[in-house]
């Protein structure tokens, strides 16, 4: 099964743009060609394509989705790498959660503290304005 690069993106929901990129920046090999100098790409391809869109769509960054490119790459290798890296990523997408509760709360604090009339009396406003800080 051969397929070319619009075929790929459809295929795993990535934009023809974004595979190029992922070429270049070493993320997918460059693929084969044909005789009409098009890009061709397999099942490997495919299924390297499927696990970079699915590592970025848990918000893994490109460098920990090289590293867990090429841990993936070495079968026989410990998973104690792999489970760190996630671990890691894990931790960060919690801070995350609890910054924007934060924001969550004060948004709705400023919110409550409005009381209608004029912009010239809006409590949202004068929380944004300057000298204000969270």
Request: proline share 3%; aromatic share 4%.
């Given at each position: ?65 090289r590293a867990l490119l ?65």
């Amino acid at each position: 099964m051969t397929m070319t690069i619009g075929e790929l993106g459809k295929a795993t929901g990535t934009k023809v743009e974004t595979v190029r990129y992922y070429e270049r920046i070493g993320l997918l090999p460059a693929p084969p060609r044909t005789g009409g100098n098009y890009r061709s790409y397999a099942a490997a391809e495919l299924g390297r394509l499927s696990f970079i869109r699915r590592a970025r769509d848990l918000g893994f960054s490109l460098d920990q989705v090289r590293a867990l490119l090429s841990l993936s790459d070495d079968r026989a290798r410990d998973c104690a790498t792999v489970d760190a890296l996630a671990r890691d990523h894990l931790a960060e997408v919690e801070r995350k959660i609890a910054d924007l509760q934060a924001l969550r709360r004060e948004l709705a604090a400023i919110i409550a503290s409005c009381g209608g009339g004029t912009v010239a009396d809006c409590r949202i406003i004068e929380a944004l304005g300057p000298g204000r800080v969270a």
